[in-house]
């Protein structure tokens, strides 16, 4: 397989997804009912891999942690045979060498309200270029907080509204992303990132 770097306006032409055992090259081929509880409600959660010339980053790690976002909201278990199955099937056939993947799980068909999906759930399976990040960036502070005693605390949760708007706010200011703080005033998370602080050899980072 050859691999050849994608230019940056290339990058939303080379999506490639996987849905419930299909796949696609474009997007638009791929629908979820209308009456999907991920769709309605933010019923689902997700995990995002970064993909290298090797293949998938630590895929097992990643499986391990859908499943207990699964879990924490009442889905059923994922099938982790599957979503590998599925994770070949859109990274074999790519032409580019680094990428994003994201793997997508909702209790499916579902009620209009908040009362639990009817299913069977809905797995997608997403795999699109991404440029290696920026060595140098400029954050803000998030001007809202995490509540580390929600419900969702802890949980890769579809429900991503707030992160969004979060991230509207950063670029509102000429930043590339925004930093959370709990409810306790500590350091949390980013919108879409992890933070590690470096003090000389030790290398300390919210849990």
């Known amino acids: 397989m050859q691999l050849t770097a994608s230019a940056p306006q290339q990058l939303t032409q080379k999506l490639r997804i996987w849905l419930n055992g299909a796949v696609y090259d474009d ?3 791929a629908m979820i009912p209308a009456s999907d509880h991920g769709l309605l409600v933010g019923d689902g959660v997700f995990e995002t891999l970064k993909v290298t010339e090797r293949g998938a980053f630590a895929v097992r790690r990643h499986l391990n942690r859908l499943s207990r976002s699964a879990a924490a909201l009442h889905l059923p278990p994922p ?7 599925a994770i070949g099937a859109v990274v074999d056939g790519r032409d580019f060498p680094r990428g994003k993947l994201r793997i997508t799980y909702t209790g499916g068909r579902g009620p209009l309200g908040s009362e639990a999906a009817y299913g069977p759930p809905t797995l997608l399976v997403a795999l699109a270029p991404a440029d290696p990040a920026a060595p140098i960036t400029s954050i803000v502070t998030a001007p809202w907080t995490r509540n580390e005693r929600g419900a969702l605390a ?3 949760s579809t429900s991503y509204a707030e992160n969004v708007r979060t991230l509207g706010y950063a670029a509102e200011w000429q930043a590339s992303e925004a930093i959370f703080l709990n409810t306790a005033g500590h350091v949390c998370e980013g919108t879409g990132t992890n933070i590690f602080l470096v003090f000389g050899d030790t290398i300390v980072t919210p849990p």
Request: glycine letters at 8%; a positive charge.
């Open 27 to 29: 997007p638009s081929q």
């Open 79 to 85: 099938d982790h045979l599957r979503i590998r199955e």
């Open 154 to 156: 802890g949980v890769k």
